[in-house]
């Protein structure tokens, strides 16, 4: 791996070099599993190095996650296609929405995309051609979440960005638990495989009741720094955060038993409790 200046950290006014980020992944165990999920927002890490095109830092970045030797790498391709009334294309559906490094491995030779017409993921590695079929409750039993929770040695990476705020994984806990602020949602809409074939299909989501609002998932942090179950590594202008599937499984668990309307903005009432979505502002980019 070619040593490249990548990220320029403002606040400490110097470069951060793709082997320097290796040794911040290493140090928080991002390497000590089989299969690492990973979230990003690498703007919050610093400015980009300018001299460097966006294909060339994201190959970058790429080739310092390949560099930790995990067998299997896996990054949201999230579309909710059908929830926004459209067509789903497992081989051409745009993983952009879940940012640019996701969308850049999906191109990639050898990456596997999830037929999910609502959560896809893109898988690269050993087990990667494993998560091509999953089931159709994206929550629930098949699902992508229920997949990693029933496999060994799964991690969740946060590359930038933060759990508190984009930590899907969460939902599918809260589905398991029966929390009554959630519902599951049905929708259809036409999928397209990677053969070409295009077919009709129903897929489900665990969507937000008419009243409620999540707030910030600060519950669930603080289950995870009580029992030290965080592993975090200040890099450039934000935090490296690392932690093992079933902690964070128990951590939501734990949150909900202690107050279980504690990821809600505010007070609910049995009217916002309606099995019924809220209409979208915009264009559905996360659970509704």
């Not at 009243?211 to 450039?236: A, D, H, R, S, V």
């Amino acid at each position: 791996m070619e040593l490249r200046e990548i990220f320029f950290a403002e606040e400490e006014n110097r470069w951060i070099t793709n082997s320097e980020l290796l040794q911040a992944l290493q140090q928080i165990k991002a390497d000590q599993c089989k299969t690492l999920f990973i979230h990003t927002d690498l703007g919050a890490i610093g400015t980009v190095n300018p001299g460097l095109k966006r294909s060339e830092l994201l190959k970058a970045v790429c080739e310092v996650l390949l560099a930790l030797d995990v067998d299997t790498i896996v990054f949201p391709a999230f579309t909710f296609s059908f929830a926004n009334q459209e067509a789903f294309d497992v081989n051409k559906s745009t993983a952009k929405y879940m940012g640019t490094l996701n969308e850049y491995v999906r191109k990639q030779p050898g990456a596997v995309r999830s037929l999910d017409p609502l959560l896809s993921v893109i898988a690269v590695g050993k087990e990667a051609e494993s998560f091509y079929s999953v089931g159709n409750r994206c929550m629930s039993n098949g699902g992508i979440f229920s997949k990693l929770h029933q496999m060994e040695d799964v991690r969740f990476l946060f590359l930038g960005a933060k759990p508190t705020h984009c930590f899907t994984y969460a939902h599918y806990v809260e589905a398991a638990y029966g929390v009554p602020y959630r519902f599951e949602k049905w929708f259809e809409g036409q999928v397209t495989d990677r053969d070409g074939n295009t077919y009709k299909d129903r897929f489900s989501l665990f969507a937000a009741c008419q009243g409620f609002y999540p707030g910030p998932m600060i519950p669930f942090e603080k289950q995870m720094l009580k029992n030290g179950w965080y592993q975090q590594k200040t890099i450039g202008n934000t935090n490296l955060i690392c932690f093992r599937e079933e902690d964070a499984y128990q951590a939501v668990w734990n949150a909900l038993e202690e107050d279980l309307f504690g990821f809600s903005e505010g007070p609910l009432t049995l009217d916002d409790l309606k099995h019924q979505m809220k209409p979208p502002i915009g264009r559905v980019v996360m659970v509704p």
